[in-house]
């Protein structure tokens, strides 16, 4: 289903917050669509996190305005509310509750029956719901929080580091649920610094660079931008004049029947001229996610 077609669930339109002089984020404007995975990445102070908290309400915002499922926040409507689902970087769980307690009363709280759900999701994170949370550890703690968020179906996701702490059995069972909230029709906003995590599960990404969105794209548009390593090798000697006019490549090497260079744009008239010249071997190596991201974050 074309973008365009599918229910907008976030929808931040300028959204900028200063604490007083400091740069919180400026100038925010994107949207996410139902059944999206939407990456958020930055450096450490980029403003992902401000981000998140400004658009949930939890932070007035300076100015701009954001959209949840179609009303502004702040959100009064509980039962809207209960439509969003939220992992902090940094969960505050109730110490003095068995895991089981404290997933009871985050139920009660919403007002919904979930005790089957809890047990089912415990089971799938291997969490053992009768230790009190003060004797979990971290990767318990952090499953704990994943519980709460997920929980209770939620049609809109954010989630701030979710991983942080999981071993890779839990790591991919939590992909699993994500696949699941994606073929519902849930959205999910994906903070992480793992790079690889969000180019594996986003849709789209946005990265942020001293509080800026600096880029917002489908991950495979970025990677076509990018600087991308090509080698050639022909059945004849070639030398540099070959390749005289050829836009959108640099750091070309040759060395007897082979060339190699850096494209950054379209390899079209590239590859056309090495037919013509009769190429008999084509080498590429893509950028990953972390290239890209280091490269822009490098360019501001």
Not at 165 to 174: A, I, M, N, S, Y
Not at 201 to 225: F, H, W
């Amino acid at each position: 289903m074309a973008e365009r077609e599918r229910p907008v669930t976030i929808d931040l339109q300028g959204l900028t917050k200063w604490y007083g002089p400091t740069r919180g984020i400026i100038d925010l404007s994107f949207q996410v669509f139902s059944g999206e995975v939407f990456g958020f990445l930055g450096p450490n102070g980029s403003g992902k996190t401000t981000a998140i908290r400004t658009t949930l309400g939890l932070i007035k915002p300076t100015n701009g305005r954001a959209y949840l499922l179609g009303t502004e926040i702040p959100i009064k409507n509980l039962s809207l509310r209960n439509r969003i689902g939220y992992l902090p970087g940094i969960a505050a769980l109730y110490d003095n509750y068995t895991a089981r307690g404290y997933l009871h009363f985050m139920a009660e709280m919403r007002k919904k029956d979930l005790r089957s759900v809890i047990e089912i999701y415990a089971e799938r994170l291997d969490l053992k719901l009768d230790q009190h949370i003060h004797d979990l550890s971290k990767g318990n703690r952090q499953k704990v929080a994943l519980i709460q968020a997920f929980m209770h179906s939620p049609d809109l996701l954010f989630l701030d580091e979710p991983t942080s702490g999981l071993d890779p059995l839990v790591q991919r069972e939590f992909e699993i649920m994500l696949d699941e909230c994606r073929a519902r029709g849930a959205s999910v906003l994906l903070s992480s610094h793992i790079l690889s995590e969000v180019e594996h599960l986003a849709d789209r990404v946005a990265i942020l660079n001293q509080g800026k969105a600096i880029a917002i794209d489908e991950i495979a548009s970025l990677k076509a931008r990018a600087r991308r390593q090509i080698s050639l090798h022909f059945d004849r000697v070639i030398s540099s004049s070959d390749f005289n006019g050829i836009d959108h490549i640099k750091e070309v090497a040759i060395s007897d029947h082979s060339m190699h260079c850096v494209i950054t744009g379209s390899e079209h008239d590239l590859l056309r001229r090495a037919v013509e010249l009769g190429v008999d071997e084509v080498r590429t190596q893509e950028s990953s996610l972390d290239e890209i991201f280091l490269d822009l974050v490098a360019s501001q």
